[in-house]
């Protein structure tokens, strides 16, 4: 199973915690990325990726998704962790014009 979770505002939110589920689920052996919309890395999340590192002995690997719709990029994922899940299927600069304004009008309802 590939799972893959974002990083800002998902794994910021508390990274010691999520770095503790990243090394269990690698540890069951599954498959585990970090899916950014990004354009680079940064020192925060090479520095979390340290973190899981000192856990599980490798390097998980950072997937940049440039505002792009996660989806597109990241095309065998089963699971989604993220805090913006509209930015999976529509990317953030999509998000920010039709059709995600009323994609957000829809599930607003819901
Ligand atoms: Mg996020």
Redesign the pocket.
């Known amino acids: 199973m590939k799972i893959a979770i974002?990083?800002?505002?998902?794994i910021t939110k508390s990274e010691s915690m999520w770095a503790v589920i990243i090394s269990i689920i690698a540890k069951e052996g599954h498959e585990v990325v970090i899916a950014t919309a990004r354009e680079y890395e940064g020192s925060d999340i090479a520095s979390f990726r340290k973190k899981v590192y000192s856990l599980i002995a490798y390097d998980i690997p950072v997937i940049l998704t440039r505002h792009f719709p996660k989806m597109d990029i990241l095309q065998d994922v089963d699971i989604w962790i993220?805090?913006?899940p509209l930015?999976i299927t529509h990317g953030i600069v999509g998000c920010m014009y039709e059709p995600c304004d009323s994609v957000k009008k829809d599930i607003s309802n819901v």
Do not use: A, E, S, V
């Open positions: 974002d990083y800002d505002d998902t993220d805090d913006f930015g």
